[in-house]
């Protein structure tokens, strides 16, 4: 099934539409399994969550969380480490509990082991309902870059200077940044029961229009998803100015 694509007038109504999908989720399936990202992208979509959560309206009590990647070298309370920022943008902010919070550890000793043990804690917790993701402007998801095998599994890799250029800007953090990541798989990814993909901006139109145009390729890891049957892609009018076909 081809994904689903809706277009949105700006970023509010997309945070509202995601949120509406977990709430509902969340009333099916109090423990659900949610995989998330990082990202400017998703900032507005975890302040929903937090007013929503505020109003009482999800409950986060029961759910297991799996973080998407991180960078190696990094432990997990630096500040530029994907896991302070979820803890900063969203855990912290509701009701999950510690236990239930998995991330992959950038500092850990053995690092083919923390992989190894992530897909089995995936596995054990009976695998993932709703996975959220972003797209890179290499169309990167995780961070699985382009040539990434579209049957991979959580794994060390390599990130590209334009990654790395996106993610730290100025020329100070890109020479001190991390090279090198932990990701989940585009395999483990697409196991996911379902899939939410956010893309917002122009700069993000290439990626989209390659993501859902081309024909599936390892050149563009987000194309990957046009394999998978329940997959939505939510755009803002600039991240979809380039497909040709709206609705
Ligand atoms: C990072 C993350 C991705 C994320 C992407 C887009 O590289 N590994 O999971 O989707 O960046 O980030 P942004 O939303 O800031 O554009």
Not at 7 to 20: G, L, R, S
Not at 116 to 125: N, P, R
Not at 138 to 161: C, K, M, Q, V
Not at 187 to 205: D, E, F, N, V
């Amino acid at each position: 099934m081809k994904p689903k694509i809706i277009i949105f007038e700006d970023t509010k109504e997309i945070a509202e539409y995601v949120v509406d999908i977990l709430e509902k989720e969340l009333k099916k399936k109090p423990a659900s399994v949610f995989c998330v990202p990082t990202g400017k992208t998703v900032i507005p979509v975890y302040e929903e969550i937090t007013k929503t959560y505020k109003e009482k309206k999800l409950d986060f009590s029961k759910v297991k969380i799996f973080d998407l990647d991180e960078y190696i070298g990094l432990k997990p309370e630096h500040k530029k480490s994907f896991r302070h920022f979820l803890d900063k943008n969203l855990y912290k902010k509701v009701n999950i509990k510690e236990n239930n919070i998995n991330f992959l550890n950038g500092a850990a000793i053995n690092i083919d082991n923390e992989c190894k043990q992530y897909e089995e804690k995936i596995k054990k917790a009976g695998g993932v309902d709703i996975t959220l993701l972003g797209i890179g402007v290499n169309g990167h998801i995780a961070f699985n870059e382009p040539g990434s095998p579209f049957d991979s599994r959580t794994r060390e890799i390599i990130l590209t200077y334009q990654t790395r250029a996106s993610n730290f800007g100025r020329l100070y953090s890109l020479m001190i940044s991390p090279k090198k990541a932990l990701t989940m798989g585009i395999g483990t990814i697409l196991k996911s029961r379902k899939i939410i993909l956010i893309a917002i901006g122009r700069h993000k139109a290439k990626a989209v229009k390659a993501m859902l145009e081309s024909e599936p390729n390892t050149n563009c890891p987000a194309s990957a998803l046009q394999k998978h049957d329940d997959v939505t892609v939510l755009l803002d009018k600039k991240a979809a100015s380039l497909l040709k076909k709206k609705n």
